[in-house]
């Protein structure tokens, strides 16, 4: 089981989020084992975190971000989670510790996000019916809010879109805690294997880009900028993620 988080800024370059956390630097309840792909053509196979109820991995959110959250952005991660799991995977708090952003993993899992007006209402969170995240088996994933639209892409081919009703311009309080693999007050944490990537979103509404990942995830994105910005993207190649770790919990 495992999955694998990237994280990049709006100025198009990566953003190390296992870094930030400090994963590789194996802290208590985490543990390196092998990850996706355990045999590569280029002989270096992947490896993964295994994060046990022991971890406590969290950090400032000002770290990740220190100027502000994008307005739009994608999550994608590559996941193998335990049948039954309901958990989220990624929780960032404001500064009065109140979820503002939540990635959920389980059986028609919710996507959670509050804007400094408090919008969209509990009630309006964009809730997946019918999608299970964690059935033991590996999906692709892969969040896109744009504007006031979420898009779920399941396994590289599944598209569902979704309102999400929040202000019409959304800030996120970047003065709180991100929280990797529980919430503050959950008693489960993630223990499945598995890496997340977040990304910034740099969109172009006339166009379209290839965003290349490592092998094993590849996807095509709507996106909304200027124009030059395709070209940056299409020339993301594999060789570019290598400093990201694999993630397993």
């Not at 109820?53 to 996941?79: C, D, G, W, Y």
């Not at 309901?86 to 929780?91: E, R, T």
């Not at 804007?115 to 309006?124: G, I, V």
Request: net charge positive.
């Amino acid at each position: 089981c495992s999955s694998i988080v990237y994280c990049h800024l709006m100025s198009i370059y990566p953003f190390d989020v296992l870094r930030v956390l400090q994963l590789p630097s194996l802290p208590e309840g985490v543990q390196k084992v092998p990850g996706f792909c355990t045999s590569r053509r280029s002989g270096t196979p992947d490896h993964a975190y295994r994060i046990t109820k022991k971890a406590q991995i969290s950090a400032p959110t000002k770290q990740l971000f220190s100027r502000r959250f994008p307005e739009n952005f994608s999550i994608m991660t590559l996941v193998k989670a335990k049948a039954g799991l309901q958990a989220f995977l990624l929780s960032i708090y404001n500064e009065q510790g109140v979820q503002q952003l939540g990635l959920e993993l389980g059986r028609s899992p919710i996507f959670l996000y509050e804007d400094q007006n408090r919008k969209p209402a509990p009630e309006d969170y964009p809730l997946f019916k019918g999608v299970n995240l964690a059935d033991g088996k590996w999906h692709r994933i892969a969040i896109s809010v744009q504007k006031k639209n979420i898009t779920l892409i399941l396994d590289c081919k599944n598209h569902i879109t979704k309102t999400l009703p929040r202000s019409n311009n959304p800030v996120l309080d970047t003065k709180g805690i991100t929280v990797f693999g529980a919430r503050l007050l959950d008693e489960e944490v993630f223990q499945v294997c598995y890496t997340l990537y977040c990304l910034p979103l740099i969109s172009i509404q006339w166009g379209s880009a290839t965003v290349w990942l490592p092998t094993f995830f590849k996807i095509s994105f709507v996106f909304s900028r200027k124009k030059k910005f395709i070209q940056v993207w299409n020339n993301l190649r594999v060789s570019k993620f290598s400093f990201f770790g694999e993630l397993s919990l």
